[in-house]
């Protein structure tokens, strides 16, 4: 019989899991051009794409010298095939990627109409504990993801996954989609970058003020050239109340920033962990881990933190996919991270992602990953088989 609870804390997306400071489907992974750099960092597109942005009246060179921060409704690009996402070289420094803060996107408990479906009691909270540096040892796939939004610079989390149409040279990251799209309020976020094993050696924020970005971000800076989510996130998605978190995943394909000597993500990495979209019903589920780089307090952001704990159901609306809910006490910033359960053979599946929390902290919730999710998937995949 289906159960149904009240949500007395007010739900986040963890954009509340994502962290604000300053401040589509379509990419072709082929030979760029580069406009001439004046000290403010070169840009790099490829060529079809430079016409791509013309026609949506953006200048590649005026782009980078700050156009880039232009918001206004109407030249927001929205549509999934309108993602477009230039490489700007040295945008993302130290200190950029350090003093991403957290926004203010809280909701009240009326902004929630009620559970329908199945929906198990509210975990307790399980304590997130610090994975050890460094990180590449013991997360090697996990990592963080930066963004620039109307709120100014955030951040979320993502992981490495595998790609079937290029074993063992995967360039794919999974993440939440608000991470990558503001939803029904907006469109594509810019400047979407991944830095796997951020802030590897666990160093503290004193210590990172002073630190290189060798340092912060030891295996480079990949930029996203391709991201999709869903198409119910593009329509539904909010910041606030959980409106499309069912929905709430993207897969971005990702280029570095600098040269890796032809080596892809995952071979840099070193590692990727397998999707699975046929993950068993929530009780036959004994675990679950979830990853991520809280920053809301008591957290800052800087270190890699994670929480294991055996999932229950989460209904929002009776219309949606119900989703997996665990105890967890990260906050802001950990969205999109990985949800890692072990599979059949003993190998490591990413089932799911943080997507949204409450304002206290103590549990989250990520969307069961199904026909839509890998339809997501095998569209990013399939755009860059054998590449």
Same mark, same amino acid.
């Given at each position: 019989?289906?159960?149904?609870?009240?949500?007395?804390?007010?739900?986040?997306?963890? #954009? !509340? @899991?994502?962290?604000?400071?300053?401040?589509?489907?379509? +990419?072709?992974?082929?030979? *760029? $051009? /580069?406009?001439?750099? %004046?000290?403010?960092?070169?840009?790099?597109?490829?060529?079809?794409?430079?016409?791509?942005?013309?026609?949506?009246?953006?200048?590649?060179?005026?782009?980078?010298?700050?156009?880039?921060?232009?918001?206004?409704?109407?030249d927001?690009?929205?549509?999934?095939?309108?993602?477009?996402?230039?490489?700007?070289?040295?945008?993302?420094?130290?200190?950029?990627?350090?003093?991403?803060?957290?926004?203010?996107?809280?909701?009240?408990?009326?902004?929630?109409?009620?559970?329908?479906?199945?929906?198990?009691?509210?975990?307790?909270?399980?304590?997130?504990?610090?994975?050890?540096?460094?990180?590449?040892?013991?997360? #090697? !796939? @996990?990592?963080?993801?930066?963004?620039?939004?109307?709120? +100014?610079?955030?951040?979320? *989390? $993502? /992981?490495?996954?595998? %790609?079937?149409?290029?074993?063992?040279?995967?360039?794919?990251?999974?993440?939440?989609?608000?991470?990558?799209?503001?939803?029904?309020?907006?469109?594509?976020?810019?400047?979407?970058?991944?830095?796997?094993?951020?802030?590897d050696?666990?160093?503290?924020?004193?210590?990172?003020?002073?630190?290189?970005?060798?340092?912060?971000?030891?295996?480079?800076v990949?930029?996203?050239?391709?991201?999709?989510?869903?198409?119910?996130?593009?329509?539904?998605g909010?910041s606030?109340?959980?409106?499309?978190?069912?929905?709430?995943?993207?897969?971005?394909?990702?280029?570095?920033?600098?040269?890796?000597?032809?080596?892809?993500?995952?071979?840099t990495?070193?590692?990727?962990?397998?999707?699975?979209?046929?993950?068993?019903?929530?009780?036959?589920?004994?675990s679950?881990?979830?990853?991520?780089?809280?920053?809301?307090?008591?957290?800052?952001?800087?270190?890699?933190?994670?929480?294991?704990?055996?999932?229950?159901?989460?209904s929002?609306?009776?219309?949606?996919?119900?989703?997996?809910?665990?105890?967890?006490?990260m906050?802001?910033?950990?969205?999109?991270?990985?949800?890692?359960?072990?599979?059949?053979?003993?190998?490591?599946?990413?089932?799911?992602?943080?997507?949204?929390?409450?304002?206290?902290?103590?549990?989250?919730?990520?969307?069961?990953?199904?026909?839509e999710?890998?339809?997501?998937?095998?569209?990013?995949?399939?755009?860059?088989?054998?590449?």
């Amino acid at each position: 019989m289906p159960a149904a609870v009240a949500l007395v804390s007010a739900l986040v997306l963890t #954009a !509340t @899991a994502c962290e604000s400071g300053d401040a589509e489907a379509g +990419g072709d992974p082929a030979a *760029s $051009a /580069t406009a001439a750099g %004046d000290g403010k960092g070169e840009i790099r597109i490829p060529d079809h794409l430079r016409d791509k942005l013309k026609e949506h009246g953006i200048d590649v060179d005026k782009w980078r010298d700050g156009a880039w921060k232009n918001w206004d409704r109407e030249d927001w690009l929205r549509e999934a095939q309108d993602y477009v996402n230039p490489i700007i070289e040295g945008l993302w420094d130290p200190d950029r990627m350090r003093d991403a803060e957290e926004p203010d996107q809280e909701v009240d408990e009326g902004d929630i109409s009620g559970d329908q479906g199945v929906t198990d009691p509210e975990p307790k909270p399980v304590q997130a504990q610090a994975v050890p540096p460094k990180y590449h040892d013991n997360a #090697a !796939t @996990a990592g963080k993801l930066l963004f620039d939004s109307p709120k +100014g610079s955030m951040v979320c *989390s $993502a /992981t490495v996954v595998k %790609d079937p149409a290029n074993p063992g040279k995967s360039n794919l990251v999974w993440t939440a989609g608000h991470c990558v799209h503001a939803g029904k309020e907006g469109g594509w976020y810019r400047n979407i970058a991944f830095v796997p094993s951020y802030n590897d050696a666990g160093m503290s924020t004193e210590e990172l003020q002073n630190a290189t970005k060798e340092e912060i971000a030891p295996y480079g800076v990949w930029w996203g050239d391709w991201a999709q989510t869903s198409d119910q996130w593009i329509e539904q998605g909010g910041s606030t109340g959980g409106d499309g978190a069912a929905y709430d995943f993207a897969v971005i394909h990702v280029t570095p920033e600098e040269g890796t000597g032809g080596k892809s993500l995952e071979e840099t990495v070193g590692s990727a962990v397998e999707v699975d979209f046929g993950a068993p019903a929530v009780p036959q589920i004994d675990s679950l881990t979830a990853i991520g780089y809280p920053a809301a307090p008591p957290y800052d952001g800087q270190k890699l933190y994670r929480c294991e704990d055996k999932p229950g159901r989460l209904s929002l609306r009776a219309s949606d996919p119900t989703m997996y809910r665990i105890g967890c006490t990260m906050t802001g910033g950990s969205s999109g991270g990985g949800w890692i359960t072990e599979g059949a053979g003993g190998e490591p599946k990413l089932v799911s992602n943080t997507s949204i929390g409450p304002v206290t902290a103590g549990w989250l919730a990520g969307p069961r990953l199904g026909e839509e999710a890998k339809g997501v998937f095998d569209a990013v995949s399939g755009k860059f088989a054998g590449q």
